[in-house]
Nanobody
Framework: QVQLVESGGGLVQAGGSLRLSCAAS????????MDWYRQAPGKQRELVAT???????DYADSVKGRFTISRDNAKNTVYLQMNSLKPEDTAVYYC?????????WGRGTQVTVSE
């Protein structure tokens, strides 16, 4: 059974940094594309960053130059390093993958950025 567990969220002041982790079990993370999404109150869930099995990365325009997605294959974990955080980055952050034809989501971790 595939499980994704996010951690690392919290409350941070604007301009600060956080590193989110997504630990995977029941799958080999390095063979899959992994995504980070976020959902702010009253807004739709949006794609923030992607890392493919080949290591290619892509980012939403709103986070380019500030966020970095990476993975540690030995730990079966994907990370999202978030720097220069802004209040508009406040959201619940989720990791997601696809195994076979099924999408798997974690439960999310709350990030709150204060002024």
């Amino acid at each position: 059974q595939v499980q994704l567990v996010e951690s690392g969220g919290g409350l941070v002041q604007a301009g600060g940094s956080l590193r989110l982790s997504c630990a995977a079990s029941g799958m080999i993370l390095s063979t899959k594309t992994m995504d980070w999404y976020r959902q702010a109150p009253g807004k739709q869930r949006e794609l923030v960053a992607t890392i493919t099995s080949g290591g290619s990365t892509d980012y939403a325009d709103s986070v380019k130059g500030r966020f970095t997605i990476s993975r540690d294959n030995a730990k079966n974990t994907v990370y999202l390093q978030m720097n220069s955080l802004k209040p508009e980055d406040t959201a619940v952050y989720y990791c997601r993958t696809v195994v076979g034809l099924k999408y798997y989501w974690g439960r999310g971790t709350q990030v709150t950025v204060s002024e």
